[in-house]
């Protein structure tokens, strides 16, 4: 399974921006999808999550401002990030689970948002 995410970019704050992961390779054996985030000195944090039949799941923190889709004909995933704000500064990064287990990672995209 490869993974490829794109769209990020510098955005003012209170801005949007629509990132998307585009798979490949093995895509039948894919359960789930998630997005992540990785800012400066920080851990890893799930930002949204997705079944392959379509169920979300969102942390707290992220459920007002972000929506995860998927376009089964496209074989991609969507971020939908709305009302930024700069402590969404963050390599946002895609990640596909399959019914084994076994989890694969995209390289991530990088989100700026100034003020």
């Known amino acids: 399974v490869q993974l490829q995410a794109s769209g990020g970019g510098l955005v003012h704050a209170g801005g949007s921006l629509r990132l998307s992961c585009a798979t490949s390779?093995?895509?039948?054996?894919?359960?789930?999808m998630a997005w992540y985030r990785q800012a400066p000195g920080k851990q890893r944090e799930l930002v949204a999550y997705i079944t392959i039949g379509g169920q979300t799941t969102y942390p707290d923190s992220m459920k007002d401002r972000f929506v995860i889709s998927r376009d089964g004909a496209k074989n991609t995933v969507y971020l939908q990030m709305n009302s930024l704000k700069r402590e969404d500064t963050a390599v946002y990064y895609c990640?596909?689970?399959?019914?084994?287990?076994?989890?694969?990672w995209g390289r991530g995209t990088l989100v700026t948002v100034s003020s």
């Open positions: 390779g093995g895509i039948s054996r894919i359960r789930a």
């Open positions: 990640k596909a689970d399959d019914y084994n287990g076994v989890a694969y």
